[in-house]
């Protein structure tokens, strides 16, 4: 097995990926990237935060770099932050991340990721699989499904989950 070239934070963070990269003690690793179904799923959650971010008081934020600890940078599919002025890297814990799977991922195989998120502080993970359509809360020893509603305590934040996926559906179709 080849042994992986490790890059300095450093250069990852002057570097531009196309597709960005996750970053993890050194190493580049490749994020699989979604067909329509979740590049929609990952677009209808972005524009519910930012049509309520003044409401909620949250930002959504498309696939930005999360500085998870010193040497890991992740980039969720959406993270919702409280505003901080002045910081082009999220470094504060996000209030949420969202990880659309894609049709490589599995729940598995995105843990370390959302074992990540959890180190670094964020208490919120959903993770969705836009073909099945179903949602999970990510909890630290697992998974839980989630039917109905999803909610953050201590925030106006209610996403309808049958709305959700009924959009989905509405745009796959071809109906706008």
């Given at each position: 097995m080849a042994t992986p070239v490790l890059i300095p934070v450093?250069?990852?963070l002057n570097t531009t990926y196309r597709p960005d990269r996750d970053y993890v003690d050194g190493e580049l690793k490749e994020r699989n990237l979604g067909e329509k179904p979740h590049g929609l799923l990952q677009g209808i959650f972005y524009?519910?935060?930012q049509t309520n971010r003044r409401a909620w008081g949250l930002l959504p934020i498309p696939e930005q770099r999360v500085q998870t600890s010193a040497t890991r940078f992740r980039i969720p599919?959406?993270?919702v932050i409280r505003?901080?002025?002045g910081e082009n890297i999220v470094r504060?814990?996000?209030v949420l991340c969202i990880e659309v799977l894609s049709k490589d991922d599995s729940l598995q195989s995105i843990r370390d990721r959302v074992e990540d998120?959890?180190?670094m502080g964020v208490e919120h993970v959903w993770v969705f699989e836009p073909v099945e359509q179903k949602a999970y809360r990510a909890l630290a020893s697992g998974y839980e499904v989630v039917t109905g509603t999803l909610t953050i305590p201590g925030t106006?934040?209610?996403?309808d989950l049958v709305a959700v996926f009924q959009e989905?559906?509405?745009?796959l179709a071809g109906r706008l």
């Open positions: 450093s250069e990852y524009s519910l935060f599919d959406v993270c505003p901080v002025v504060s814990a996000p998120y959890f180190r106006p934040v209610s996403i989905l559906d509405d745009l």
